[in-house]
């Protein structure tokens, strides 16, 4: 479903499920909109995801103007990483994405235009990084159905519902083999439109669903339950919100009722490890960044991570003079799941910060900007190097 606005020349159209997309003004020939920003949200608004349909009879030169973009991801005052608007993506038809090259954009300082040739009846979808839409969860758990064969078991576990009466679900694979495993909990989409956080457990989900007769998803369900709560936050995800639930409350550092309904699901499985994936800050691969979201630098989970997956606990690049980092308060205690599993069950806890904006996969490597195949082969790495610590 959409919300469309039209001109006589072009129709603009919003998903409603995802969108957080404020529609200014929509002419012949061009167009004005602008991200949604909801007051009580924990950042100033940063995220759009909407599409543009050309209505005339012949090809037609189109101008979509975004403004009232953040100059700054928040807390890093220019010292950090460049807007993350200056890479967005664009597609014909919502599937396969593309970075807008340079010659169709032009950047203000909290503003870009965006230059489109397009054809009668064609359209090109905008946004600021790959979507992963509420449809595209709810569609993901309706093809999730419980199984039980000799090399797979698969439950999905209905955690709770939102304040909107949305369902949060889990997911569970392993092997129906016997013996005591180690358990591992994978948690995105407490911040909604952290995109790639989400398609780190997605890639995951579909892995060892499509492949659990290889011998490296084998060993992993052997050895291990892998619970995976692929949307923390249905209710942000639906309205486009940053880090927001419904209530305007922060899952990440408040005990709202989905962070109450993860509780649950800690004091039943009671994780060895858990990741919590992110997608704003750190460059791809890299939690916990040295210094940053672990527990103690002897902490094991750290270490390992950091010895055998290039771009955990290191910096791709230098390190900005001057970067704030929380500090061990906002870490230890606020960090609502982490500190309720390790402080009640040791658990080896990390955040996984995936990062669009820069992409090196080895340490000699030039910097490239990631594709959607790129991250998604680089999130497997990261869950296998992950697994292994308990294989």
């Known amino acids: 479903m959409f919300k469309r606005f039209s001109s006589r020349g072009i129709v603009v159209s919003v998903p409603e499920d995802h969108g957080a997309t404020d529609v200014l003004d929509v002419s012949e020939r061009s167009a004005v909109v602008q991200p949604h920003d909801y007051p009580e949200d924990t950042y100033h608004a940063c995220w759009y995801y909407f599409g543009v349909t050309n209505k005339a009879a012949s090809r037609s030169s189109i101008k979509i103007t975004l403004q009232n973009l953040p100059i700054d991801p928040p807390y890093y005052g220019g010292k950090g990483y460049e807007p993350f608007w200056k890479n967005s993506v664009w597609s ?46 709810s569609n993901l758990m309706e093809q999730l159905p419980n199984y039980r064969g000799s090399e797979l ?7 709770g519902k939102t304040e909107k009466g949305r ?72 309205d486009g919100r940053m880090n927001t639930n419904a209530k305007g409350e922060n899952p990440l550092i408040d005990a709202c009722v989905e962070t109450q309904c993860i509780f649950k699901l800690i004091d039943e499985i009671k994780p060895s490890i858990l990741i919590n994936a992110h997608g ?52 230890k205690e606020d960090f609502k799941i982490e500190n309720y599993a390790h402080s009640r069950y040791g658990t080896y806890t990390g955040i996984l910060e995936i990062d669009w904006n820069s992409y090196k996969p080895s340490a000699d490597a030039r910097e490239v900007r990631p594709t959607l195949q790129q991250i998604r082969k680089r999130s497997l790495e990261y869950f296998l190097t992950a697994s292994s610590m308990l294989i």
């Not at 078991?153 to 955690?159: D, G, S, T, V």
């Not at 439109?193 to 011998?215: A, M």
């Open 92 to 137: 014909t038809d919502r599937m396969n994405w593309k970075r807008i090259t340079d010659k169709n954009q032009k950047f203000g300082e909290s503003s870009v235009e965006i230059q489109m040739d397009l054809g009668p009846e064609e359209s090109r979808w905008i946004a600021e990084t790959y979507p992963v839409t509420y449809q595209d969860y």
């Open 280 to 331: 704003w800050g750190n460059l791809l691969g890299k939690a916990p960044h040295e210094g940053w979201y672990h527990w103690d630098e002897s902490d094991p989970f750290y270490l390992h991570m950091k010895k055998n997956m290039y771009g955990v606990g290191s910096v791709d690049e230098p390190e900005k003079e001057g970067a704030e980092k929380p500090s061990d308060h906002i870490i």
């Open 167 to 238: 369902p949060l679900y889990a997911v569970k694979f392993t092997s129906p083999s016997s013996g005591d495993k180690k358990v591992m909990l994978l948690v995105s989409g407490q911040h909604a439109v952290e995109e790639s956080g989400k398609i780190f457990t997605h890639t995951v989900i579909q892995w060892l669903n499509e492949n659990y007769r290889i011998s490296k998803a084998r060993e992993v369900l052997r050895n291990c339950e892998v619970y995976v709560v692929p949307l923390a936050n249905p209710d942000g995800c639906y």
């Open 153 to 159: 078991e698969r439950e999905k576990i209905l955690l």
